[in-house]
């Protein structure tokens, strides 16, 4: 195999078999529905998502192993392929193998049909991330039938429960079995890649480098019950609402961070502008609803989500309860839980319901630089630049262990067409031309890294 992108030509007939697999792949993991509803026993797709994956594998000459975490009901794969090169740290590729619910009544083609209309497969999944899934397949099976070994060792994994926290999931494995992950050093999965249309040469790909960290709270006012009709000064109720707008009104000072100032100095050259960051406006007229990622990651953020109280319109309940979002800046967490903590004062308890890590790895580094390069040789008006995520992926529990995390899941998007509309929305898709241009980077970026 090739040592670098320079040697390296890929023939007719492998681009060929690799495109029509993964559009296939893609389909049939779509018809697979793997809803995430939470501890739930609705949540059994993962099973035969793994199970799946393994055979898709096993069918051209692989041995993975499919475990379970949890239950028998949460099942990941894992798969290492050794590497020609005993001394290079390992390479992790990771997806998830769970879904999202959504209400086939609002979709205009079936969410787990996995059909494909007007050059687009649309399905839940289709960017989040079955598509992932089945390039990493498609490239597999691809190597399978040519004989191929990676430079470095390549360790697949395919994990559950990453919609839902990820407790059954990649951060189970990690504490669990760290074995799985031996001598590895970087990681690749969700969420980067993906282009945005600047004008007819230029196209941004954000390549994550960075997450904010979680913070999910739950408030618990407690009161002295009684009769609604009576007058009543110390009400549960009113001193939680009180403390939830007090959150949710909080304005959040800027947080300027190495990947943020990065991408915003990226963002102004594409577009011949200054963009600071300050206006959210702005960022949403010229990037969408990624505009509204960027300046979430601009400053910590606490959004009050769900309220709780009383069982009776003439009772004045002794409890009432609220949670809160709350997502924070690498190096800002201590800011964030001070400040929630003066805003709450000191009648309110505070408990965590899920608290994770905020993450930044490097983007001056060789694996960043061929990521650009392999979209570059893939589409000549492609420039890489990093970003940060307002969400959480898997990466946060590959990050534990020492390992830099990227999301590189390589997707040429069609111009106008909003990526971030379509993660977790109605009427999911992804073009299979996109697909075909995801398959052949990642191919690349694998024989090449």
């Not at 989500?305 to 924070?328: F, Q």
């Not at 408990?351 to 993450?359: G, P, Y």
């Not at 061929?370 to 000549?380: F, G, T």
């Amino acid at each position: 195999m090739s040592q670098g992108l320079a040697g390296f030509v890929l023939s007719e007939s492998s681009r060929t078999a690799m495109e029509i697999d993964v559009v296939t792949l893609t389909q049939e993991l779509i018809r697979i529905d793997s809803s995430n509803w939470g501890d739930s026993p609705e949540t059994m797709g993962e099973v035969e998502v793994a199970e799946y994956c393994a055979h898709r594998l096993r069918e051209v000459g692989y041995n993975p192993q499919v475990y379970s975490t949890t239950s028998d009901s949460r099942r990941g794969v894992h798969l290492r392929i050794p590497g020609t090169d005993p001394n290079a740290g390992a390479l992790v590729v990771h997806g998830h193998l769970d879904v999202v619910p959504a209400i086939a009544a609002d979709w205009t083609h079936p969410p787990f049909g996995g059909e494909i209309h007007d050059g687009f497969i649309w399905g839940r999944g289709a960017v989040d991330m079955k598509d992932m899934d089945a390039m990493i397949l498609a490239v597999l099976r691809q190597w399978a039938r040519e004989g191929i070994r990676p430079r470095r060792d390549l360790i697949i994994a395919f994990f559950p429960d990453e919609e839902a926290g990820m407790h059954h999931g990649s951060s189970w494995v990690v504490a669990n079995h760290p074995e799985f992950f031996a001598g590895a050093t970087e990681a690749i999965g969700e969420v980067g890649g993906f282009s945005i249309t600047v004008h007819d040469d230029l196209r941004l790909y954000p390549i994550q480098t960075a997450e904010k960290g979680i913070r999910w709270l739950r408030l618990r006012a407690a009161a002295r019950a009684g009769h609604g009709s009576m007058i009543h000064t110390d009400n549960a109720v009113t001193e939680l609402a009180r403390i939830v707008t007090r959150i949710g009104d909080h304005k959040w000072p800027v947080r300027r961070t190495r990947t943020v100032d990065a991408f915003l100095a990226e963002l102004s050259d594409a577009y011949g502008v200054e963009i600071d960051g300050s206006d959210t406006d702005e960022l949403v007229s010229k990037l969408g609803t990624l505009g509204l990622l960027v300046g979430a990651t601009l400053q910590n953020t606490s959004n009050p989500t769900m309220l709780n109280a009383g069982y009776k319109v003439n009772v004045i309940p002794s409890e009432a309860t609220a949670y809160v979002d709350g997502r924070v800046l690498p190096g800002f967490e201590s800011e964030f839980d001070q400040t929630i903590r003066e805003l709450v004062g000191k009648h309110i308890d505070v408990e965590s319901v899920s608290s994770d890590i905020a993450i930044e790895s490097s983007f001056d580094t060789a694996t960043f630089d061929l990521m650009a390069s392999v979209l570059r040789h893939e589409d000549s008006g492609a420039r890489a630049v990093p970003y940060m995520i307002s969400g959480g992926t898997d990466a946060k529990a590959l990050s534990k262990i020492s390992i830099d995390c990227y999301g590189f899941s390589p997707l040429r998007m069609p111009p106008g067409l909003d990526y971030w509309r379509l993660f977790h929305g109605v009427d999911e898709r992804v073009p299979i031309d996109g697909l075909h241009f995801g398959v052949r980077a990642l191919d690349r970026f694998l024989r090449s890294v």
